[in-house]
């Protein structure tokens, strides 16, 4: 009965709140049927919740909303709104940004660090930066030229006929 007790102690709260599942509500309400200390506990969680909505629901009653919001809403119709002219003189306005020490040296840093950073975004890279070999064979009928990219297992061969024509063009 005591291992069923501290179960249910762990679960009763769960149960008042009513946010237990269907199997722990049967088994909370089997114990309960006969265990007047877990029934004793579920009662004083019942007699706090009157203790503790009792006042709230007085000063509920009391309070009067609409008087609120209408103090609220009259006091934002009184507020003086800036022109137009003012509020984009407020965004444009970039002297009080300067007018704080601390904004130079981040000011500063930000432009060093652009200068650094701008060159190496106009830096022209190899497309391939690998170790490859060219080999190029002249003979009478045909010249022969082959391109061999070492790491990529790549060749390239290209074949030239009549090297008479290619010079006479170039």
């Known amino acids: 009965m005591k291992d069923s007790c ?5 679960l009763l ?3 008042f709140d009513q946010e237990v599942t269907e199997q722990e509500r049967s088994f909370v309400e089997i114990h309960l049927q006969g265990c007047t200390a877990c ?3 579920l009662k004083s969680m019942e007699k ?20 609120v919001w209408e103090k609220v809403e009259r006091g934002i119709r009184q507020q003086e709104r800036p022109t137009f002219w003012e509020t984009l003189r407020s965004w444009v ?3 009080p940004l300067f007018r704080r020490s601390v904004w130079i040296p981040a000011v500063a840093a930000a432009v060093i660090l652009i200068l650094v950073t701008i060159p190496l975004f106009f830096k022209k890279t190899p497309s391939y930066s690998e170790p490859s ?38």
């Not at 501290?6 to 762990?10: E, T």
């Not at 706090?48 to 008087?67: C, G, H, S």
């Not at 003979?139 to 061999?148: C, H, I, K, L, R």
């Open 93 to 95: 306005d970039i002297t």
């Open 13 to 15: 709260e769960k149960y």
């Open 39 to 41: 029934q004793d506990s």
């Open 48 to 67: 706090l919740r009157v203790l503790v909505k009792a006042p709230l629901d007085e000063a509920v009653q009391e309070e009067t909303f609409p008087w």
């Open 6 to 10: 501290s179960v249910v102690s762990k």
């Open 133 to 170: 070999v060219i080999e190029y064979v002249e003979s009478q009928t045909y010249n022969v030229m082959v391109y061999d990219l070492e790491k990529a297992k790549v060749t390239l061969i290209w074949l030239f006929e009549e090297p008479e024509e290619e010079a006479a063009t170039i």
